[in-house]
């Protein structure tokens, strides 16, 4: 008798998953967009021009390679979501699906080229401060909201035809876990743009990871190029950064940039301090002498 309550136990879940899972699953259609064409691509999928058949207006679709994992898809658009409304954050507008073909897609607000099409030169200090703010404040409405981007690079940063800089890409993102309780995944992003703490091999990280890739970027403008990685694997870059970080900057600050300024200097370092618990928050970062001493000299103008 017991065999039979428990073959009927096990009966009886078929009869009810499906209709969670439709529950869970329900997407609208993405016939809504007359899809155009395709705007770049990369190894998670393609990003497609299209245009909302109701409202006329364009839009980009982000459609996945492969099988989607829809919890993938669903973590990446609850993070992206959560921190809506900042005007240096790519909007997601929706999730939708291909009946036919099993197909996802986040459905953002479309933007123009990347940062790293326009970044092979180097940028006067005052110009590279207008962009780091506009960074800085969509890694504080990120954090604020309870969420960090883990893989901040050129490729991720949007530009508007107004110019101005969008986050975008929040594949790798994730919500804050609670102090002490690790990440799945230690070692994601791009190599260039990852925290000495996560080359390492530390599960247990935070926001600071994401403030380590806006001082990475920070370099890429003032110089140009990329400050870390090429061809040295993620134990080879760790290495070099626990023993050369010092002097890596300090060749950028005097040599290569000389006429950078001592609170420009100050935030430089302070984004990229190899201890995450000496490295600026984006509290500290807003509030630095930098964009302080900008906003003085505006005001100043009359601006």
Request: glycine share 8%; charged share 25%; net charge negative.
């Amino acid at each position: 008798m017991a065999s039979a309550a428990a073959g009927s136990r096990k009966s009886a879940a078929p009869e009810q998953e499906p209709s969670a899972k439709k529950r869970r699953y329900a997407l609208e259609s993405v016939d809504k967009y007359e899809q155009l064409d395709v705007i770049g691509e990369g190894t998670f999928g393609v990003v497609i021009k299209a245009r909302d058949r109701r409202t006329g207006n364009n839009v980009a679709l982000k459609k996945f390679h492969g099988v989607p994992d829809f919890d993938a898809v669903r973590i990446e658009a609850a993070c992206q979501h959560a921190c809506r409304g900042h005007p240096s954050i790519a909007e997601v507008k929706d999730v939708v699906a291909d009946a036919k073909t099993g197909d996802i897609f986040l459905v953002m607000e479309l933007l123009g080229n990347s940062l790293r099409d326009e970044i092979p030169y180097a940028r006067p200090e005052h110009m590279v401060r207008t962009m780091m703010r506009q960074l800085v404040g969509a890694a504080n409405k990120m954090h604020a909201s309870h969420v960090i981007h883990r893989d901040i690079k050129p490729e991720n940063i949007l530009i508007s035809g107004f110019g101005m800089l969008k986050l975008c890409d929040f594949g790798s993102a994730t919500f804050v876990n609670p102090p002490g309780k690790p990440y799945d995944e230690c070692r994601i992003g791009t190599l260039p743009y990852t925290s000495p703490e996560q080359l390492a091999g530390k599960h247990c990280y935070g926001p600071a990871v994401d403030m380590w890739a806006l001082g990475c970027i920070m370099g890429e403008l003032l110089t140009g190029a990329p400050l870390f990685g090429g061809d040295v694997t993620e134990e080879e870059l760790h290495a070099d950064l626990s023993k050369n970080l010092g002097d890596i900057i300090d060749e950028l600050r005097f040599e290569v940039l000389p006429e950078l300024s001592p609170a420009a200097g100050e935030f430089f370092s302070g984004l990229l301090a190899f201890d995450p618990e000496k490295r600026m928050t984006v509290a500290e970062a807003l509030n630095h002498r930098w964009f302080a001493e900008d906003a003085k000299k505006a005001e100043f103008a009359g601006l």
